[in-house]
């Protein structure tokens, strides 16, 4: 059934250590997904702002996943659809899909739940203390997967003054290993890394280096055209290749902690990569469903 009774729709704000989004069941009848992303995604007037909440880092968000439930099946399947601030879809998102699957069992009261992407159907279980953890696939590093303009793979090669691993993990990421990420100017180099030739579809930018449990992560992700507090797809790809570059011995979990809080990835030999961390729903409110008709 469309429920457009009226001109506002009814939003849950979630957040995955701080990568923030608007939900929207799939059901709601928005005549434009572009503008509705665009315009409620805006860290000045988006959402929240409806609410009086001021603080710029909870106004607005990363992203808007517009979800639809199927509660027939058993787990539960909760096909997702992400639009990003600049009104561009991706195939997937580790950190939406953990959101939509908090979402699905907070409706349904499971605790596994299928999550239906772009890069495919990934299972997820909601631990008993808010924490998800969602199946990400096997990363790819061959060009057609990424993908690239490059014969073979991109293993630590030079790209615009960086040695770069370019990776898939759903979506595809431009990985640089350095001595601290609080030395890069990611504002600056994230654009060119992330427009670069070799990128037919963009990419999203992760800088990593060592921490005491892990990894220190930062990303400039592609379709926010920014740095976000955490990347889950980011998370994954910082392992992947910190594995493949020979920077890991062989170890279940690895700590991953980008800005907004610790992830926790596992990427074996022979099975899915795995990505694990906190999930938080900050507050609801209402929307206007159409903003194009409302300038
Ligand atoms: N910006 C990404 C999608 C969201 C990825 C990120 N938020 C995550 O948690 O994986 C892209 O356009 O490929």
Redesign the pocket.
């Given at each position: 059934m469309s429920l457009h009774a009226d001109r506002t729709v009814s939003y849950e704000k979630y957040h995955?250590t701080s990568?923030d989004f608007i939900i929207i069941d799939a059901d709601e009848f928005i005549p434009n997904r572009y503008s509705f992303a665009t315009t409620y995604c805006d860290r000045t007037n988006g959402a929240g702002t409806d609410l009086d909440i001021d603080e710029d880092d909870h106004v607005g968000a990363?992203?808007v996943l517009f979800l639809a439930l199927e509660e027939k099946y058993s787990p539960p399947r909760v096909i997702m659809t992400?639009v990003?601030p600049d009104g561009?879809t991706?195939?997937?998102?580790?950190?939406?899909?953990r959101c939509a699957a908090a979402w699905a069992a907070e409706q349904t009261g499971a605790s596994e739940v299928m999550v239906d992407t772009q890069a495919g159907t990934r299972h997820a279980t909601v631990h008993d203390d808010g924490s998800v953890t969602i199946e990400m696939g096997v990363p790819a590093f061959d060009p057609r997967d990424v993908p690239l303009t490059h014969d073979g793979p991109l293993i630590e090669e030079e790209l615009e003054g960086f040695s770069v691993t370019a990776v898939n993990?759903?979506?595809?990421?431009a990985v640089i290993f350095v001595d601290d990420v609080d030395d890069v100017d990611l504002e600056t180099v994230g654009p060119t890394l992330r427009y670069a030739d070799v990128f037919p579809e963009?990419?999203?930018v992760t800088f990593a280096s060592p921490s005491e449990n892990g990894f220190r992560q930062r990303?400039y992700?592609?379709?926010?055209e920014g740095e976000?507090q955490?990347?889950?797809?980011?998370?994954v790809a910082v392992v992947a290749v910190a594995k493949r570059l020979g920077r890991l011995d062989d170890c279940e979990s690895v700590t991953v902690s980008p800005p907004g809080g610790d992830l926790e990835i596992s990427v074996p030999d022979d099975a899915p990569a795995t990505l694990r961390g906190p999930v938080d729903h900050e507050f609801a409110g209402e929307l206007g469903r159409d903003p194009s008709s409302e300038l």
């Open positions: 995955g990568n990363d992203g992400l990003q561009s991706a195939a997937m998102c580790g950190n939406g899909a993990t759903g979506v595809p990421h963009g990419a999203n990303t992700e592609r379709g926010v976000t955490s990347c889950g797809t980011g998370a």
